[in-house]
């Protein structure tokens, strides 16, 4: 089973406010990885890391940023918010298993509304 | 997303088998994942398989792969209301997976 956590899991905000989603493991891996999902179900990777101090922009471009300053924390912040944003934000984890390559393990998300 | 293609509904009727279909383009994949979504959750790993494989099984679950064609498919036996959530298959690629667009299961009572 994997523990990995977000928090909040449901977040109704004005525009113009500062947001932060937490993600958290407790499994030590080094790549985590930020996604947001469409309403129509599309995964897109917007940020992931290797390790400590190493983040990386995914393939959809966004205005949030994130950081990572501990090997179990990966959060994402959005500067100023927008109706835009609006969207479900999924956290997960990998580590190399043997025989099973690099698998991700999700966190149940963070359903985000910008009002 | 980076050519991993599914369609996006499939229903069927509870007690017959569901068949989920994946098409790839990159051979340097090295493993492929299935994993579901319920509603208002994350993706829970459902099976892998290596790419050397080209079956493997675990209880209802039955994942087929045919290098040659790059085609990856679940057939999930006897399928129950419970199955009903969107599909994604990914493969692993340069440190990353890519996943398709999910495939939405409807189980019909």
Known sequence: EADIYQTPRYLVIGTGKKITLECSQTMG????????????????LIHY?????STEKGD??????????????????????????????????????TGMGETQYFG???RLLVL | GEDVEQSLFLSVREGDSSVINCTYTDSSS?????????????LQLLTYIFSNMDMKQDQRLTVLLNKKDKH???RIADTQ???SAIYFCADSRRGNLFFGTGTRLTVIP
């Not at chain 1, 835009?84 to 997960?92: E, F, M, N, P």
């Open chain 1, 29 to 44: 891996h080094d790549k985590m990885y930020w996604y947001q999902q469409d309403p129509g179900m599309e995964l897109h």
């Open chain 1, 108 to 110: 149940p998300g963070t």
């Open chain 2, 81 to 83: 209301t419970g199955d």
């Open chain 2, 72 to 74: 990856l498919s679940l």
């Open chain 2, 30 to 42: 090295t493993y492929l994942y299935w994993y579901k979504q319920e509603p208002g959750a994350g």
């Open chain 1, 49 to 53: 890391s290797y390790g400590v101090n």
């Open chain 1, 60 to 97: 959809l471009s966004s205005e949030s940023t994130v950081s990572r300053i501990r090997t179990e924390h990966f959060p994402l912040t959005l500067e100023s918010a927008r109706p835009s944003h609006t969207s479900q934000y999924l956290c997960a984890s990998s580590g190399l298993l």
